[in-house]
């Protein structure tokens, strides 16, 4: 079974649309951490955010906001008035004990101009 | 600060060979993590070193191996090369090791096997 979970294959909206990318997680432990992180085309995999377990709190920064759920596992990103630099690939990704990062199988996001 | 640099950045290789893949951590940083990114897989977890150990391994096959020098740099092997081989792989690098610490990726090395 997937631990982290990215229904969202692919998604393409207009400049200036909001858009929120879905992550669902599934882990037994209660201490653990969830990343995003952005591939743009040239595959350098950057960090985006990093949310502990125990701190329930939403964050935004500029355009970007995060709603993090521990009843639902959830971990959501929201981009408000996207552009076209926004196109890349999203990972959701959980941390738990020794085991390095478990990486969702990302989102395609795509900013038409 | 420079970032994690990865050598080479491409590479093609026959089936039956060895590839040793290199990468350098950001300065200061003393846990290396691989990686490994395929179209069907994903990104998988290799392995991280600290300090020179092996902390802890995904599920590859022994093939797959690495190592951490004294000054953090890692270098990751792969024996006996198989098509399925063919992925960009990342290397990630953190202050310290634990669950806790965002991880600060290359530009990763895709290595090709025909």
């Known amino acids: 079974a997937q631990k982290v979970t990215q229904a969202q294959t692919e998604i393409s909206v207009v400049e200036k649309e909001d858009v929120t990318l879905d992550c669902v997680y599934e882990?037994?432990?209660?201490?653990?951490?969830l990343f995003w992180y952005k591939q743009p085309p040239s595959g350098e995999l950057v960090f985006l955010i990093r949310r502990n377990s125990f701190d329930e709190q939403n964050e935004i920064s500029g355009r970007y906001s995060w709603n993090f759920q521990k009843s639902t596992s959830s971990f959501n990103f929201t981009i408000t008035a996207s552009q076209v630099v926004d196109s890349a690939v999203y990972f959701c990704?959980?941390?738990?004990?020794?085991?390095?990062?478990?990486f969702g199988k990302g989102t395609h996001l795509i900013i038409q101009p | 600060k420079a970032g994690v640099t990865q050598t080479p950045r491409y590479l093609i290789k026959t089936r039956g060979q060895q590839v040793t893949l290199s990468c350098s951590p950001i300065?200061?940083?003393?846990?290396v993590s691989w990686y490994q990114q395929t179209p069907g897989q994903g990104l998988q977890f290799l392995f991280e070193?600290?300090?020179?150990?092996?902390?802890n391994k995904g599920n590859f096959p022994g093939r797959f191996s690495g190592r951490q020098f004294s000054n953090s740099r890692s270098e990751m092997n792969v024996s006996t090369l198989e098509l399925g081989d063919s992925a960009l792989y990342l290397c990630a690098s953190s202050p310290t090791s634990g669950e806790s610490y965002e991880q600060y990726f290359g530009p990763g090395t895709r290595l090709t096997v025909t």
């Open positions: 070193y600290f300090s020179e150990t092996q902390r």
């Open positions: 300065s200061g940083h003393r846990s």
């Open positions: 882990t037994r432990d209660t201490t653990y951490y």
């Open positions: 990704a959980l941390s738990e004990g020794a085991d390095g990062l478990t």
